[in-house]
């Protein structure tokens, strides 16, 4: 019986193991996941996907080990102390609730143990960033698919599959490769049959010579037959090619409240929201760019580190970052060229005798302009914004409205949004 030989042609590095590291992924899960948080909230929105280094305390990946004892029945004696009796309290160690303080002297002797520092590739760092976000796994292969290829065709090739045979080019190959190998032969035959035509006409030519020429003819007749009618050679297939398909240019308006009831909790659901439809486009769009625009009684555009760390105190008016949208928007970006997207996040407090214009300015300014746009309420309470949103987004196509006041609710919100753009535009 001959012995067969077993190749692991699988997608691991050298000297890892993907099953190893999956079980170390979930045993760890919870201080992974913890490292993840704290890299998205130091983390920009352009950087989200990247991967990250995890360190985990030596102690925390201790395994419990058995030890043999000495076994059998033993007598010893253990020696007493000066210092203590049963009963006493010991002092607290200065410096902590170890063995030596920060504030000592340096030592030359003890040892110490680094933590375990692992790469979290980027795959294995947007999974478990969406694993809070109570993602359906469809949703996150969604997310995470390779750029759409479309297939054009590419002239003729040698090889192939018979669906892609084309006749006509492979018998035009096969013709002129016969009318190239006997042209040289055909001419040859029509000189000897025309001699043979003469001699025979005269009558004077010795038998003998005519056997030899009408053997040479048939030398020539039996060469010609031996050329092919179709060789391998002829066959032609249609070559195709995967090019990427052309892609648009995309932008994303953020809008954001930032007065004083927008607290940093709220804010960080509302960067999560953010983040999300960025990845989305980004998933859809070889170019994409942001516009950060920050509010409170009036709108500016800002970079992304003080749209998200910048508070302010005062009012509410929510019109003025539409209206600065839309003057940027119709002025930077036009819609024969980008595609725009908008996406607010406010706590729904505004200004009352503004909350309709805000509705008339997104239903005849912003959303003629836009591909989607998307609003998520990252407080419970109801007030006139959100009633006129949510009438607006019963009337409207491109227009969502959602609340999401923890984490795992931020998701819903993009749920119509990937259903009606599950292809690349």
Same mark, same amino acid.
């Given at each position: 019986?001959?012995? +067969?030989?077993?190749?692991?042609?699988?997608?691991?590095? $050298?000297?890892?193991?993907? =099953?190893?590291?999956?079980?170390?992924?979930?045993?760890?899960?919870?201080?992974?996941?913890?490292?993840?948080?704290?890299?998205?909230?130091?983390?920009?929105?352009?950087?989200?996907?990247?991967?990250?280094?995890?360190?985990?305390?030596?102690?925390?990946?201790?395994?419990?080990?058995?030890?043999?004892?000495?076994?059998?029945?033993?007598?010893?004696? #253990?020696?007493?102390?000066?210092?203590?009796?049963?009963?006493?309290?010991?002092?607290?160690?200065?410096?902590?609730?170890? =063995?030596?303080?920060?504030?000592?002297?340096?030592?030359?002797?003890?040892?110490?143990?680094?933590?375990?520092?692992?790469?979290?590739?980027?795959?294995?760092?947007?999974?478990?960033?969406?694993?809070?976000?109570?993602?359906?796994?469809?949703?996150?292969?969604?997310?995470?698919?390779?750029?759409?290829? $479309?297939?054009?065709?590419?002239?003729?090739?040698?090889?192939?599959?018979?669906?892609?045979?084309?006749?006509?080019?492979?018998?035009?190959?096969?013709?002129?490769?016969?009318?190239?190998?006997?042209?040289?032969?055909?001419?040859?035959?029509?000189?000897?049959?025309?001699?043979?035509?003469?001699?025979?006409? +005269?009558?004077?030519?010795?038998?003998?010579?005519?056997?030899?020429?009408?053997?040479?003819?048939?030398?020539?007749?039996?060469?010609?037959?031996?050329?092919?009618?179709?060789?391998?050679?002829?066959?032609?297939?249609?070559?195709?090619?995967?090019?990427?398909?052309?892609?648009?240019?995309?932008?994303?308006?953020?809008?954001?409240?930032?007065?004083?009831?927008?607290?940093?909790?709220?804010?960080?659901?509302?960067?999560?929201?953010?983040?999300?439809?960025?990845?989305?486009?980004?998933? #859809?769009?070889?170019?994409?760019?942001?516009?950060?625009?920050?509010?409170?009684?009036?709108?500016?555009?800002?970079?992304?580190?003080?749209?998200? #760390?910048?508070?302010?105190?005062?009012?509410?008016?929510?019109?003025?970052?539409?209206?600065?949208?839309?003057?940027?928007?119709?002025?930077?970006?036009?819609?024969?060229?980008?595609?725009?997207?908008?996406?607010?996040?406010?706590?729904?407090?505004?200004?009352?005798?503004?909350?309709?214009?805000?509705?008339?300015?997104?239903?005849?300014?912003?959303?003629?302009?836009?591909?989607?746009?998307?609003?998520?309420?990252?407080?419970?309470?109801?007030?006139?914004?959100?009633?006129?949103?949510?009438?607006?987004?019963?009337?409207?196509?491109?227009?969502?409205?959602?609340?999401?006041?923890?984490?795992?609710?931020?998701?819903?919100?993009?749920?119509?949004?990937?259903?009606?753009?599950?292809?690349?535009?």
């Amino acid at each position: 019986m001959a012995l +067969q030989s077993i190749i692991d042609r699988r997608l691991a590095g $050298k000297n890892k193991s993907i =099953g190893n590291r999956e079980r170390f992924l979930r045993r760890h899960k919870e201080q992974i996941r913890e490292a993840v948080k704290r890299a998205v909230d130091g983390r920009g929105i352009r950087d989200i996907e990247n991967g990250e280094d995890i360190r985990i305390p030596k102690r925390d990946i201790s395994e419990p080990v058995f030890g043999h004892g000495q076994g059998g029945r033993r007598e010893m004696v #253990h020696p007493g102390n000066k210092d203590f009796v049963r009963g006493d309290r010991i002092k607290r160690p200065e410096g902590g609730g170890g =063995g030596g303080g920060g504030g000592g002297q340096a030592s030359d002797s003890g040892e110490g143990e680094d933590d375990f520092v692992f790469h979290l590739s980027k795959e294995e760092f947007m999974q478990v960033f969406f694993d809070d976000l109570a993602l359906p796994n469809l949703a996150r292969t969604t997310l995470a698919e390779t750029p759409e290829y $479309k297939t054009h065709r590419a002239g003729f090739s040698s090889d192939g599959t018979p669906n892609n045979l084309h006749v006509v080019r492979s018998m035009r190959g096969a013709l002129g490769r016969r009318i190239a190998l006997g042209t040289e032969s055909r001419r040859e035959l029509r000189a000897l049959e025309e001699r043979l035509a003469e001699m025979k006409r +005269q009558g004077e030519a010795p038998a003998r010579e005519i056997e030899e020429v009408e053997r040479q003819i048939e030398a020539l007749r039996a060469r010609l037959d031996r050329i092919p009618y179709l060789d391998p050679i002829d066959l032609r297939f249609r070559s195709r090619v995967r090019v990427p398909v052309p892609t648009s240019k995309a932008v994303m308006f953020c809008l954001m409240d930032v007065s004083g009831s927008m607290d940093e909790a709220r804010k960080d659901l509302a960067k999560r929201f953010f983040i999300l439809l960025y990845l989305f486009l980004t998933r #859809h769009y070889e170019k994409i760019d942001i516009v950060f625009i920050r509010h409170h009684t009036q709108a500016q555009e800002v970079d992304e580190h003080e749209f998200f #760390h910048a508070t302010e105190t005062g009012g509410t008016v929510v019109s003025s970052a539409l209206v600065l949208m839309d003057e940027i928007a119709r002025a930077r970006y036009p819609t024969s060229e980008w595609n725009i997207y908008g996406a607010q996040a406010s706590d729904g407090d505004n200004w009352h005798h503004d909350s309709g214009r805000c509705r008339d300015l997104l239903n005849d300014r912003i959303l003629p302009l836009c591909r989607y746009f998307a609003y998520v309420q990252v407080a419970e309470e109801e007030q006139n914004l959100w009633d006129e949103y949510a009438a607006l987004a019963a009337e409207s196509k491109v227009f969502a409205v959602r609340k999401a006041t923890e984490a795992s609710q931020i998701y819903p919100v993009f749920r119509d949004l990937f259903k009606k753009e599950g292809h690349p535009a």
